[in-house]
Structures are given as structure tokens and as C-alpha cells.
């Protein structure tokens, strides 16, 4: 059963850098497959932040792209996300989740449990 | 890159079908049949409920059901069930390499 798990700091200060790391277990991410990150302002709606093939390829949401980093290490089959010069608009529960298929065209078939990052002032 | 629109709310009585739409545009949406929905219940992470337009995962009831036209899908849901109570979203593929959500729609079982 392929599970992912999100993990790193629950506060971040304004103008800082949020990292957050999705363990996946029962899966090789060098096995194949796109991996992703969404997030979810609270009481809003879906976000797409971007995606990641174990190759190193990557495609990031054109608003977000700027400040945004996505890295994958095959040796602990972990991703990562990093998003810089955060504002209390980035306040939201991050997932992560796996493409069931190919790429961005796929649509997520299994997500982690979801971790709230709140931007402090 | 604009999030799909959705309304948000919807509502219908057991037993009853629902209809939930989502509209695009050409350059996602209408341009590809890469439109799935998404189930999410609160406090939990979504579930993926319908993708390919309108092909279901294995053990997604065929209560659910997807259709596209133009820059339009929709999400049916038939014969509603307490359970089905919970937000709604789509999403699509968008030029290039992009993925896109809708708004989200909450579904109120009645």
C-alpha cells in the first residue's frame, strides 16, 4: 500500500523559507511515476504548487514559480518542497500526492495526510 | 492560469441526482480530456473519485459519473447517499504541463 507522509515546521515567519519533506513508503519513487505538492488555504479551495519526476524533471504552478523548489532523493524516497518569501497568503495545509500515471495530465491516486503551515508576523 | 469555476453549493434530497459543473476553457478544460473530480470530506484529504473525464477508480460506487462538453464537465451523482455529503473539486490538465483546480462545490444532502 503506497503511503506518503508530510513532515517540517508547522510556523513560519513572514519573508522565510517553508520546507516541508513527503516521505513515501510501499513505493520506490525511482520506480516511476510524477509526484506532487497542493495546498489548501483553510476554509478554501484546491491549489496545484507543482510536480516531480525522479528524473529531476519538474513543472510549477506559473503564480507560484518564482518561489518555488521542488527536489526529489531517490535515496530516502523522499520529495521536498521549498517556497521563499512567504506572506500569510501561503497559510494553508500542504499535501503531497502521487500522479497515478505519466505527468501533470494524471490526476493524484494517493495523498498524504495533509500538514497546516501558518505564517507568522 | 485560472482556477476552473465551479458553484459553490449544491444540494439535493436522498435518492435524488445531482449535477455539478465546472467550466474551463480551451486551453484546459475544452482542449483535453484530462478532467478528473475529486471527493473531499472535512478535515480529510481528497479522494479521487472520476478521472479521464469519466472513467471511475476501482471502488468508486457507479452512482458517480463524469461527462465533458466544449469547456464544460460535469460530476452526476445519482441516487445521493448521506455519505456523499462533502466538498467537490475538478481539476484538468492545462497547457503545458500545467494542472489546474476548480473552486470547489459543497454538496448538502438534504
Known amino acids: 500500500q503506497v503511503q506518503l507522509q508530510e513532515s517540517g515546521p508547522g510556523l513560519v515567519k513572514s519573508s522565510e523559507t517553508l520546507s516541508l519533506t513527503c516521505t513515501v513508503s510501499?513505493?520506490?519513487?525511482?520506480?516511476?511515476?510524477?509526484w506532487g505538492w497542493i495546498r489548501q488555504p483553510p476554509g478554501r479551495g484546491l491549489e496545484w504548487i507543482g510536480t516531480?519526476?525522479?528524473?529531476?524533471?519538474?513543472h510549477y504552478n506559473s503564480s507560484l514559480k518564482s518561489r518555488v523548489t521542488i527536489s526529489v532523493d531517490t535515496s530516502k524516497n523522499q520529495f521536498s518542497l521549498k517556497l521563499t518569501s512567504v506572506t500569510a497568503t501561503d497559510t494553508a495545509v500542504y499535501y503531497c500526492?502521487?500522479?497515478?500515471?505519466?505527468?501533470?495530465?494524471?490526476?493524484?491516486?494517493?495523498w498524504g495526510q495533509g500538514t497546516l503551515v501558518t505564517v507568522s508576523s | 492560469q485560472s482556477a476552473l469555476t465551479q458553484p459553490p453549493s449544491a444540494s439535493g434530497s436522498p435518492g435524488q441526482s445531482v449535477t455539478i459543473s465546472c467550466t474551463g476553457t480551451?486551453?484546459?478544460?475544452?482542449?483535453?480530456?484530462?478532467v478528473s473530480w475529486y471527493q473531499q470530506h472535512p478535515g480529510k484529504a481528497p479522494n479521487l473519485i472520476i478521472y479521464?473525464?469519466?472513467k471511475r477508480p476501482s471502488g468508486v460506487p457507479d452512482r458517480f459519473s463524469g461527462s465533458k462538453s466544449g469547456n464544460t464537465a460535469s460530476l452526476t451523482v445519482s441516487g445521493l447517499q448521506a455519505e456523499d455529503e462533502a466538498d467537490y473539486y475538478c481539476?484538468?490538465?492545462?497547457?503545458?504541463?500545467?494542472?489546474?483546480f476548480g473552486g470547489g462545490t459543497k454538496l448538502t444532502v438534504l
Open positions: 480551451s486551453s484546459d478544460v475544452g482542449g483535453y480530456n484530462f
Open positions: 516531480i519526476h525522479h528524473s529531476e524533471t519538474t
Open positions: 481539476s484538468s490538465y492545462a497547457d503545458t504541463n500545467k494542472l489546474v
Open positions: 479521464a473525464v469519466f
Open positions: 500526492a502521487r500522479h497515478f500515471c505519466g505527468g501533470t495530465n494524471c490526476p493524484f491516486d494517493y
Open positions: 510501499g513505493y520506490f519513487i525511482s520506480s516511476g511515476h510524477y
